[in-house]
């Protein structure tokens, strides 16, 4: 039941688990229930990823129970799904390692919604899984690189080659916008507007576009990457992607999470990660360099823009002052900002405490969705 990845960074094992591989001529069997349930959630409007990242989870469910002769979702019971959640507790993957509590929370989590919408639905009398408790998950702050680190990272690509050119330009992107891995994979050309310095992020976590300052020098490398690679790897005209991979076509989630891996491990700092190391370090460093939590959440996408129960609503030139004044990237090596929200106090303290547990909760969902 463990999950591994490819060299290309794809999942195996739960990846390959579709609705599909279950019977659905049995319209009360799991298979044909999961089919329905996963035609549900797309019409509720859930993102594709979601959709994507619940079924395999549903579908190992499925499995185990029909090889414990449990054929059908109505022969499920709480203690069932108790000893589902052992099951999982004890579970040990191929390098003996246990599951984390978050992984074995975005297991359970499908299960939850799954019987319950079952139950709405009338193709159960109650709900087996009203009372199953999801796992605990640890409040970890999420890693982050110094400047110096994050400078010996950038320096990893070669510049001799397309692909160095490329990865350089994703790495500067990641480093100025704190944007999400399928946040970049999604930009289109017309997204970027080098004048005023922002890009515009269509659909991201929870389907909210925004727009998010981005700094001279990562527009500087992006114009290196459309004068002298882009035209190398476009097959297609029509193709609008911002980054491509070599056969022309969108860059892929899982090869950026594998190229940028290989940076940081080849930077030789003593610390793993990937795309989220740089959303991380991006909002550490600008808090550190005294920019108020509040912005640095818009620039993050915690909140929406129209939103103003929970965050302070702010314009994009004030973002992208901001941005500027405190980014280390923009401010140059060893400036200090002089930003008066460093003195901002205790208040915003406590709201970076609570923004960087979000992060920590991000990386752990990317982590269990792969």
């Keep these: 039941m463990a999950a591994t990845k490819s060299r290309g960074g794809k999942r195996a094992g739960a990846a390959r688990r579709s609705v599909s591989q279950l019977g659905k001529e049995d319209r009360e069997g799991f298979g ?16 594709e990823a979601t959709v994507r990242t619940r079924e395999p989870w549903l579908v190992v ?6 090889a414990r002769g ?15 959640r052992r099951q999982l507790f004890y579970h040990r993957k191929q390098n003996g390692k246990a599951l984390t509590f978050g992984s074995q929370r975005a297991r359970l ?6 019987f319950g919408w079952m139950t709405r639905q009338n193709g159960l009398l109650w709900n087996p899984a009203s009372e199953l408790d999801l796992p605990r998950v640890e409040k970890r702050l999420p890693r982050a690189l110094t400047e110096e680190e994050v400078e010996r990272v950038l320096a990893q690509p070669a510049l001799d080659g397309a692909l160095g050119l490329r990865d350089r330009a994703v790495l500067e992107v990641l480093y100025s916008t704190g944007m999400r891995r399928s946040e970049l994979v999604a930009l289109r050309l017309s997204d970027v507007a080098a004048t005023e310095g922002t890009v515009f992020v269509h659909q991201g976590k929870g389907k909210k576009d925004r727009v998010v300052p981005i700094g001279a020098r990562a527009l500087g490398w992006v114009a290196r990457y459309l004068a002298e690679v882009r035209p190398l790897f476009l097959v297609d005209e029509s193709e609008d992607a911002l980054f ?13 999470t594998h190229r940028v891996g290989r940076y940081v491990e080849a930077a030789k700092l003593g610390k793993r990660g990937s795309c989220h190391l740089f959303r991380h370090t991006m909002a550490t460093l600008m808090l550190e360099g ?5 912005l640095i959440q818009e620039i993050l996408g915690h909140a929406s823009l129209d939103s103003t129960e929970v965050y302070t609503r702010v314009s994009i030139r004030h973002l992208s ?10 401010r140059g090596p060893g400036v200090a900002s002089t930003t008066a929200a460093s003195r901002s106090g205790a208040t915003n303290g406590r709201e970076a405490e609570h923004m960087l547990s979000s992060l920590a909760a991000e990386v752990r969902d990317e982590l269990a969705a792969g």
């Design 70 to 84: 449990i054929q059908r979702p109505r022969e499920v019971t709480k203690p069932i799904l108790e000893s589902y």
């Design 244 to 256: 491509l991979s070599e056969s022309g076509a969108r860059i892929e989630a899982g090869t950026l």
């Design 32 to 47: 044909a229930w999961i089919a329905r349930h996963l035609e549900w959630m797309r019409v509720r409007n859930y993102s």
């Design 61 to 66: 469910f499925a499995q185990w129970c029909e």
């Design 321 to 330: 002052a901001v941005h500027a004044a405190t980014h280390p990237a923009e």
């Design 109 to 114: 989590a499908p299960l939850k919604l799954f």
């Design 290 to 294: 005294g920019a108020d939590v509040r």
